[in-house]
């Protein structure tokens, strides 16, 4: 178990440009999720996957965020034409679900350590 | 919605001392609560996690309760120390099924001086 993994761990940008950033989960781990942080604020929720199905995304995600988890096990977050509002931590978990393989498991979600993301 | 305070926003204290960190929420109809901790500029550490049907759990110098009926948990971190000087969130999961995202407050930021 060697904990979720980001990548990059930072990123600048100028305006207008595309961004991807990359989550590996923990390995067995059926669920990942996407949050941003922004400074002096909590996360805040972006979606979320089961497997490699999308099963719900909030309102902050804007038709210019993509998130994708092609064979359910690393996910990647596009942000096209970028903003500067964009700027922010943008954090990914994972857990294994409450019932998974006939486990049950307390759902407890493990963080990775971000990426920062700086849109001049 | 739910919503999720952390008061104060800052807390410094003395090495040594025994301390209670706050969270409050709105909606009392919660699956689980978590607590983590967030060193400056880096990823969330789980501490602990309180299921609804539970009243506390222990770790170490950690002790988290959960008062779901009031919407209330406490932090309590025993013999403070200035390794514990972090940013301290809690959040708390709606729903036991498929939807499981948190929902987090803005933080406390403990600071512990020698």
């Known amino acids: 178990d060697t904990g979720v993994s980001q990548d990059p761990r930072h990123k600048i940008t100028k305006r207008g440009q595309n961004v991807t950033f990359r989550c590996d989960p923990i390995s067995e781990h059926n669920r990942l999720y996407w949050y941003r942080q922004t400074l002096g604020q909590g996360p805040e929720f972006l979606t979320y996957?089961?497997?490699?199905?999308?099963?719900?995304k909030s309102r902050l995600l804007s038709d210019r965020f993509s998130a994708e988890r092609p064979k359910g096990s690393f996910s990647t977050l596009e942000i096209q034409r970028t903003e500067q509002g964009d700027s922010a931590m943008y954090l990914c978990?994972?857990?294994?679900?409450?019932?998974?393989?006939?486990?049950?498991?307390?759902?407890?979600?493990?963080f990775g350590p971000g990426t920062r993301l700086t849109v001049l | 919605k739910q919503e999720v305070t952390q008061i104060p926003a800052a807390l410094s204290v003395p090495e040594g001392e025994n301390l209670v960190l706050n969270c409050s929420f709105t909606d009392s109809a919660i699956y689980n609560l978590q607590w983590f901790r967030q060193d400056p500029g880096k990823g969330l550490t789980s501490l602990l996690l309180?299921?609804?049907?539970?009243r506390e759990q222990t770790s170490g110098r950690l002790n988290a309760s959960l008062d779901k009926s009031s919407g209330r948990s406490t932090l309590y971190i025993a013999a403070s120390q200035p390794g514990d000087s972090a940013t301290y969130l809690c959040?708390?999961?709606?729903?036991?099924?498929?939807?499981?995202?948190?929902?987090f407050g803005k933080g406390i930021t403990l600071s512990v001086r020698p």
């Open positions: 309180i299921q609804s049907s539970q």
């Open positions: 996957f089961q497997n490699e199905a999308q099963l719900e």
């Open positions: 978990a994972s857990s294994l679900g409450v019932l998974h393989h006939l486990k049950t498991s307390t759902d407890t979600q493990y």
């Open positions: 959040a708390v999961r709606q729903s036991g099924g498929a939807n499981s995202k948190l929902t």
